[in-house]
């Protein structure tokens, strides 16, 4: 599959079936994170691949309001996302930016994103699930003190086919040279 097919044609899977998804599987969806872009190279990521269903179930409940709760507990795999503090957006062991400890965020989303589209390429289904207690599912995965648990996605092969919702126009988001200039 293209690249540019694979963004378009994605979806949010919120329903899966129970066929398992192999370890080789797995191992490619994450390789294609791995090589997500990173502030200078850092590589903060790490990944916690969920296929106990108890564990799953106890990820679910730190969901909050959050309509892929089924899917954590019902999905064959859940790929938690977690990251090295201070490190990515660090120059010397000091914020580099005003967005002080903030980088992870993008570092991990860029890698969560590959994930997501190479699954896609797979024929297996994601959904980007940030709407949990962090501290809650760290404690449940023994993440250790200097990093946080940032991202998770049910991974499976979908039981559904969600419509294609709609997209805004270039011209609403698209500006010239200054905020403003169409």
């Known amino acids: 599959m293209e690249v540019l097919e694979a963004i378009r044609t994605r979806r949010s899977i ?7 998804v192999d370890d080789r599987t797995i191992e490619l969806v994450l ?13 903060c990521w790490r990944f916690i691949v969920v296929r106990d269903s108890s564990i799953k179930s106890e990820l679910a409940s730190a ?3 959050n309509p892929a709760t089924d899917a954590i507990r019902n999905a064959p795999v859940v790929i938690v996302a977690c990251a090295e503090l201070e490190k990515s957006g660090y120059r010397g062991g000091k914020p580099a930016t005003d967005k002080g400890d903030y980088w992870f965020m993008f570092d991990v989303a860029l890698a969560m994103q590959n994930l997501a589209l190479a699954a896609h390429s797979l024929g ?16 449940i995965l023994k993440v250790p003190p200097g990093f946080c648990v940032v991202s998770m996605t049910p991974l499976g ?3 559904q086919e969600p419509e294609i919702r709609p997209r805004k126009e270039l011209s609403e988001i698209i500006f010239q040279n200054k905020y403003g200039n169409r």
Do not use: C, M
Not at 31 to 42: I, Y
């Open 14 to 20: 919120r329903r899966y079936k129970a066929t398992p």
């Open 124 to 139: 297996l289904g994601t959904v980007h699930i940030g709407g949990f207690n962090a501290k809650q599912a760290a404690s």
């Open 157 to 159: 092969y979908p039981d």
């Open 31 to 43: 390789e294609a994170a791995r090589w997500a872009p990173s502030w200078a190279n850092t590589q």
């Open 63 to 65: 969901l909050v309001d």
